[in-house]
């Protein structure tokens, strides 16, 4: 049986599996390079609008500015090893970036991110 493409939908002329190995060889030479960072959307209380939780979003700083499909390239990462190095990279910035907030300015913000399950 042949799958073909949804309307609309390309298909990509590489095949998945060189597609998911390509992708956690650019992940690890991402974290290799420093070039992974995590941005913080920040959720208000209603009543003052005080920041009471930043939640964390992984970014990938690329060299050449070209756009990442970040959820294909996490979606690789959940199948191999190298989640756990991205993992570990995550949770160190954000636990440093949050003891610094809260050492400042904002004493009671609590920081959510997101784990691979």
Known sequence: MTVR????ERRS????????????????EALAQDRLTLLYQPI?????????TAEALL????PDEEADDLGELLA?????PVIFALE??????????AAAWQRGALPDLRVNLNLSA
């Open 5 to 8: 493409p949804a309307a609309g």
């Open 13 to 28: 002329p590489v095949p998945r599996h060189v597609r998911k190995r390509e992708s956690v060889r650019r992940l690890k």
């Open 44 to 52: 208000f209380r209603a009543r003052d609008r005080e920041p009471m």
């Open 59 to 62: 970014r990938w700083r690329r």
């Open 76 to 80: 690789a990462a959940e199948r191999s």
């Open 88 to 97: 570990v990279w995550a949770m160190r910035a954000c636990f440093r970036d």
